[in-house]
């Protein structure tokens, strides 16, 4: 079944601490996203990516970084963890015809 | 201006009621309008899509656009408590990156 995974789906972490949360669809979409979210708040768009190798800062700026080597594979990574990284992440992939919502990674920096 | 506005609630109806949630966007060049219900601490799911002015039924829901006056709502019949969620508008164009998503509409359903 085509579907769109995210691991792990919570992580506490120490400061400073180097993290990758993994994002993987079997949708075939070419179009992918990171949006970060805190509780009751809205969406914010930090990445998104176009197709393999093509990727572009959202909304709101944020320190961490994204790759696309692969079509069905959008990693997020953060180099240095900080308290003010505590958020729920959700990844997506589209079509033309919506989004589709991974479960999200709820992230606690301490 | 936002891309998308909505009202943020909470909207607040008697369980049997009908739920009226509104949205209006700022391209007028849009051609593709969703809503997603996303419940507290999920992910969202999108119940619906609309691509064409006028109404579209799926069970207890309806989409409602009019582009002209670049408004899209959702109405929900015989509201249940599960229905208590936020529900996020969100619109777009074809072969565009990315859609705009609203802040969403926090929506209670009292039994």
């Known amino acids: 079944e085509a579907d769109i995974y995210q691991t792990p789906r919570y992580l506490v972490i120490g400061t400073g601490k180097k993290i990758t949360l993994e994002c993987s669809q079997t949708m075939g979409h070419d179009k992918m996203y990171w949006y970060q979210q805190d509780p009751g708040m809205e969406l914010h768009l930090i990445h998104y990516?176009?197709?393999?190798?093509?990727?572009e800062k959202g909304d709101l700026s944020s320190e961490s970084t994204v790759s696309r080597i692969r079509t069905e594979h959008f990693p997020l990574t953060l180099e240095s963890a900080r308290p003010s990284h505590t958020s729920q992440y959700l990844c997506a992939s589209s079509d033309d015809y919506g989004y589709t919502f991974g479960s999200g990674t709820r992230l606690t920096v301490v | 201006q936002k891309e998308v506005e909505q009202n943020s609630g909470p909207l607040s109806v008697p369980e049997g009621a009908i739920a009226s949630l509104n949205c209006t966007y700022s391209d007028r060049g849009s051609q593709s309008f969703f809503w997603y219900r996303q419940y507290s601490g999920k992910s969202p799911e999108l119940i619906m899509s609309i691509y064409s002015n006028g109404d579209k039924e799926d069970g207890r829901f309806t989409a409602q656009l009019n582009k002209a006056s670049q408004y899209v709502s959702l109405l929900i019949r015989d509201s249940q408590p599960s229905d208590s969620a936020t529900y996020l508008c969100a619109v777009g164009r074809y072969n565009f990156n990315k859609f705009y998503f609203g802040s969403g509409t926090k929506l209670n359903v009292k039994p």
């Open positions: 990516s176009y197709g393999v190798n093509s990727t």
